[in-house]
């Protein structure tokens, strides 16, 4: 069973699809990231996995349950925040989360459990208002663990953070499936919060899912060497191209060659060869391994490639 698995949700607005045909298959138990920049659909497609929209094709299922046929069912393990969290700010942490304890119907030990989960029973008699934005973050995380969710889905959990809140919950993010037996789902439009935190990563762009996979899988067999030249790094690429390398310039002065299914050894002393025989002045070469990042430019290179193709 997954925790989220959807086929071909859709959502338009205005005519234009702001989710178009989207199929995510979460596993349980995983850290999922979500990643993509501003604009991509991301907060559309949660707002549809929490029914706070309705789809205009394409079904969702939560942990295991169809959220159109079984709605209440579906939804009852789900905890989240979307966007920036609501709180009553004259009121302290531990006020706050015990309105929607009794809101929910449930034991009042439950705020003392999520306070510790987030580190903040020191800081629980305070009003919210004196709360540094990161202690307001983790305040919005406890009220979505309330209850045991086997499902938390945050949105963009780390904005506005600054260093110290950004590790705090990045530690937190990590712990969580470990803590509530079940799966995280984490929007964001930062490479290096998905890549620090998550197992599992799925990249959107323009409303649709470019790539989704486990993260090692993602990254493996990315091996690239950089070669650092004295300049005309453009020709000596285009040379390496024309011996059917993939090389690119990555500036005037480094020419980036990906060794995909390559030994790497072989293939940095062939191009340091060739380069060398072309009288092009090498002064370093090093290796230089896979990121999100290259994942992230590598999903828009080919869907602009289809979409130019199809157009």
Known sequence: MLAIETDRLTKRFAGRPVVDAVALQVPMGCVYGFLGPNGAGKTTTMRLLLGLLRPDAGSIRLLGHDLAMARRVALAQVGAFVESPSLYDHLTGRANLGLTCRLLRLPDGEVDRVLELVDLCTAASRRVRDYSLGMKQRLALARAMLGSPKLLLLDEP?????????????????????????????????????????????????????????????????????????????????????????????????????????????????????????????????????TLEDVYRDAVDRAEAHDGMAA
């Open 158 to 290: 780390t904005n506005g953070l600054d260093p110290d809140g950004i590790l705090a919950m990045r530690a937190l993010i990590r712990a969580l499936p470990g803590h509530i037996g079940g799966t995280v789902f984490v929007s964001s439009h930062l490479l290096t919060e998905v890549e620090h935190v998550a197992d599992h990563v799925g990249v959107m762009r323009k409303g649709r899912l470019l790539v989704q996979d486990d993260i090692d899988t993602l990254l493996r067999g990315g091996i690239s060497i950089i070669f650092t030249l004295s300049g005309e790094a453009e020709a000596g690429s285009a040379l390496l191209r024309m011996r059917g390398m993939d090389a690119t310039a990555g500036d005037d002065r480094s020419i980036i060659v990906r060794c995909e299914g390559i030994v790497q050894s072989d293939q940095a002393s062939m191009a340091n060869r060739l380069l060398v025989e072309a009288d092009f002045a090498v002064s370093s070469i090093r290796p230089q391994v896979r």
